[in-house]
């Protein structure tokens, strides 16, 4: 079965600290999606692809960086960790007609 | 512009009690609709889709929602709650061809036994 997987399930970090969050998908699915999900601001949309070597900034983008170098993967990537981006962090995928695919989330902690 | 308004943050119900989770959406496209579950600690699921065909929806676990283009709103029913059903419910408007999704700030529903 297709499916969506992000890795690692939890992390712990140092401020300051470089962090990369992946995301593998095997939908075949030309978009992707970052979302972080905090109390109190639901979801919010961090970047998002629509195919290879294509990365748009979303609503948080600040300190979040994507790279797309193939249909499967879109890593996320933290320059700098900030206690501010302790977060639960979605990957997702979608069809043509905005159906959403989710991994079961990454919980990322910066002490 | 789209926008995504989900009337209640909380709604409680009993064991075998009908459900009803309220949305109103606005879009100037003509949209796509979707209802997605979050249980604890998991990512969201879908539970049901809109995409212009028929009005009233049918979707995973008994849920259902129906379509009211003149009152811009697409509430999600079930007949009867199960304990399992507790959880994070958000209504979510997309433009055709997934270009942009606007999430709802989400319902969570508690089932008391």
């Known amino acids: ?24 998908q095997t939908w075949n699915h030309n978009n ?21 070597q294509d990365t748009n900034k979303g609503e948080v983008s600040d300190g979040y960086s994507v790279s797309r170098s193939n249909t499967e993967d879109l890593p996320l990537t933290l320059e700098s960790a900030a206690s501010s981006q302790t977060s639960v962090y979605f990957c997702a995928s979608s069809t043509v007609t905005g159906e959403l695919f989710f991994g079961e989330g990454s919980r990322l902690t910066v002490l | 512009a789209q926008s995504v308004t989900q009337l209640d943050s909380h709604v409680s119900v009993s064991e075998g009690t009908p459900v009803l989770l309220r ?29 212009s065909a028929a009005t009233l929806v049918k979707g995973i676990n008994g849920f259902e929602a129906e379509f ?33 999704t606007i999430f709802g700030a989400g319902t969570r529903l508690f089932v008391k036994a």
């Not at chain 1, 109390?39 to 970047?47: D, M, Y």
């Not at chain 2, 003149?70 to 408007?93: I, N, Q």
């Open chain 2, 23 to 51: 949305c109103n959406y606005s879009s100037s496209y003509s949209p796509s609709l979707f209802w997605y579950v979050q249980h604890p600690n998991k990512g969201l699921q879908l539970l049901l889709k809109y995409t």
């Open chain 1, 32 to 52: 992707m999606f970052w979302y972080r999900q905090d109390l109190g601001h639901g979801l919010r949309l961090i970047h998002y692809s629509y195919g290879v």
């Open chain 2, 68 to 100: 009211k283009k003149s009152e811009t709103s697409f509430h999600l029913t079930k007949p009867s709650a199960h304990m399992s059903d507790a959880a994070e419910y958000f209504c979510v408007v997309s433009e055709t061809g997934g270009f942009k």
């Open chain 1, 1 to 24: 079965d297709a499916e969506i997987t992000q890795s690692p399930r939890h992390k712990i970090t140092e401020t300051g600290r470089q962090v990369t969050l992946a995301c593998h």
